[in-house]
């Protein structure tokens, strides 16, 4: 079975810090991807990730960046954490192909105080 | 536009009862695939099905089934003989272009009535 893991299922952080979240896959999936969750928005695609350190904007990058170093391993920062930053945050990894789904991580959900 | 449209925020469904979730796409890439998620509230997306745009016959997967209309670019989710676990948000999503981008729609809330 295909195992996604965030490292954090409830963080809470200050508004002004940087803040990082991790995300690792262990089946060698080439593609990794970061969305956040928002009531009645559905899932955006912040940023993804097609190769070691490759990376695409998704719909809403602005106030997000992200590192990818290692093939197992995709971590999204927020480099000035904002109130409007709190949501679900879902990591997602699959292999390339249109007809590869997604294997989601159980999510991260920040609070920004 | 919305690359992909639920139209249909909240369902109720009486247990044991078939019920279907609407799902249209917007997409001019000839090769693309059509997926369905189940979100219980415990938060987790768990893979549902699978459609490929090229695939001649409607996926199935035990009770879960795909009405794939091509031309009409709706791709909807059959539950049959729903059960109360089946009571969750619901998401259609479609992978296409060059970087085999997802794109997800809003999604359906189903409840499963006893």
């Known amino acids: 079975d295909v195992k996604v893991t965030q490292s954090s299922r409830y963080l809470v952080k200050r508004t002004g810090e940087k803040v990082f979240l991790e995300c690792v896959q262990d089946m060698d999936h080439e593609n990794m991807f970061w969305y956040r969750q928002d009531p009645g928005l559905g899932l955006r695609l912040i940023y993804f990730s097609y190769d070691v350190k490759m990376k695409e904007k998704g719909d809403i990058p602005e106030g997000y960046s992200v590192s990818r170093e290692k093939k197992e391993r995709f971590s999204l920062i927020l480099e000035s954490a904002s109130t409007n930053q709190t949501s679900m945050y879902l990591c997602?990894?699959?292999?390339?192909?249109?007809?590869?789904?997604?294997?989601f991580g159980d999510g991260t959900r920040l609070s920004i105080l | 536009a919305q690359k992909i449209t639920q139209t249909q925020p909240g369902m109720f469904v009486q247990e044991k009862e078939a019920v279907t979730l609407d799902c249209t796409y917007d997409t001019s890439d000839p090769s693309y695939g059509l997926f369905w998620y189940k979100q219980p509230s415990s938060g987790e997306m768990i893979f549902l099905i699978y459609?490929?745009?090229?695939?001649?016959q409607n996926a199935t997967e035990g009770r879960y089934s795909l009405n794939f209309q091509k031309a009409r670019k709706s791709a909807n989710l059959v539950i049959s003989a729903s059960q109360l676990g089946d009571s969750a948000m619901y998401f259609c999503?479609?992978?296409?272009?060059?970087?085999?981008?997802?794109?997800f729609g809003s999604g359906t809330k189903l409840n499963v009535k006893p």
């Open positions: 459609q490929g745009s090229y695939d001649q």
């Open positions: 997602a990894s699959s292999l390339m192909g249109s007809n590869q789904p997604q294997h």
């Open positions: 999503a479609m992978r296409e272009g060059k970087f085999n981008k997802f794109y």
